[in-house]
């Protein structure tokens, strides 16, 4: 069974809890993870929900998996460090 967006990064960037994903110290860890992420594997809304999640945002509008993967790794680069 695959596992929602929000677990398997938690789990590739090294993370013990779905909340570090709020931390900055993670963020390159979260680059790194997406790499091995495809982002047609999870759907629209996992996507969004994520992107904002993750950067602690108000949820934004994306037309495609892909386009939010591309904003979530474009804003976690910079932010890093």
């Not at 960037?13 to 993870?33: E, F, K, T």
Request: aromatic share 12%.
């Amino acid at each position: 069974m695959k596992k929602y967006l929000l677990q398997q990064l938690t789990n590739l960037a090294g993370a013990a809890y779905i909340s570090d994903l709020h931390s900055n110290l993670y963020r390159a860890n979260i680059c790194a993870a997406l790499d091995n992420l495809n982002p047609e594997d999870y759907s629209l809304k996992e996507w969004s929900d994520a992107v904002s999640y993750i950067l602690k945002s108000k949820e934004q509008a994306f037309e495609t998996p892909a386009s939010a993967y591309q904003y979530l790794r474009r804003e976690l680069h910079t932010h890093q460090g």
